[in-house]
């Protein structure tokens, strides 16, 4: 086994199940292990190297800063915090920003602020934000209990007060459950560790209408749905709503650690001095990261080319899984593409990697594909041939099985 293995299992917690494999290298959509042996990736730090893997124009971003300026503390100014954040507001519907370093944080972030916009309106009763059923927040006690699935709060009890549930997609379920303790609704436009599920047309601009008429935030977390993932900007533009509150992280600056809370004036006027900050937030070097990830998303083609090639990969995974019987079907918005399966789909992702195909599962019946955004189409075609072939290994023997379609393998 690969010596950085063993050390790894000597040394970290041991919260995650990492596969056996050390990276060392990264350019465009693949990977290099410390063999030398090359990954196409189609997992890209789970949605976070929107632009590919050391883009030029980042590393360059980094460099640059790194050599004149890395921290310095919110007790000062820095240009490249104010730039990003003239940045985003040009390019949002938010006249105000909040800089930390992760995507819990910013929702964290986001749940106070909800709390507080409420109290200072003269409402200390509203303090119950309503999430959905399958989303997924972050890992701090308040983002884990806005995760409103179980298995990710076992053994943490008492969980922080002040949620509500509600079923994922229903506009209906959420107007019942509002009352006078709600302050938001915190949703993600598509479930991404939840399954990629996405909600009819018209969900995010009713929750929109619903948060106005009781007077509350709609706090969007568009942590994974973000930064071009879905071929806009952010995931709410393709349905013309804008919230009162987004949650940014992931790929904002290109893998450095980076998160956003973006708000409307009014809104954000309740963070007053003290009321809430960040050690790192806003840091130079991840600010000049975010605005070259900004600059290759908006100036250099980016969104406008990965609409074509995401749907030949979406029409390709079709076309090989038609004829498995445990293949349900492909779900997603652009470069966030879910393929679910009847039964858990790691032998899949094991079969993908011994072939040079780095793919993810979530949910365990859902393979997840959150590639670079740049990724080209000769790369889909050879992502393609992996995954038919890795299918067949997996799922051939079953399929050929009639009725046998319920465990995979
Ligand atoms: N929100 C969403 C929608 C996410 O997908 C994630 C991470 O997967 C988070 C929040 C948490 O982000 P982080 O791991 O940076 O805290």
Redesign the pocket.
Known sequence: MDQWVERCDRVLFQNYGRFPVTFVRGEGCRLWDDQGRAYLDLVAG?AVCNVGHCHPKVVKAIQDQASRLIHVSNLYHTKPMVELAERLVELSFAQRVFFCN????A?EAAIKLARKFSKDRGHPERFEVITMEGS????TLA?VTATAQEKYHHGFEPLVPGFRYVPFGDLEAVSRALDERTCAVLV?PIQ??GGVRCPAPGYLRGLRELCDAAGILLIL?E??TGMGRTGRLFAHQHDGMTPHVMTL??GIAGGLPM?ALLATEEVASSLTPGTHASTFGGNPVASAAALAVLSVLTEDGVLEAMGPVARRFREGIEEICRPYPQFVETRGVGWLVGMEFTGPCKPIVEACMRRGLLVNCTVDRVLRFVPPLVMGMAEVEEALEILREALEEVLGRDSRAPGKTDDIP
Do not use: C, L, M
């Open positions: 789970i992760s995507g819990a944080e929702n997924f927040h972050g890992r983002t993600e991404g560790e977390d942590v994974q992280a992931k998160g």
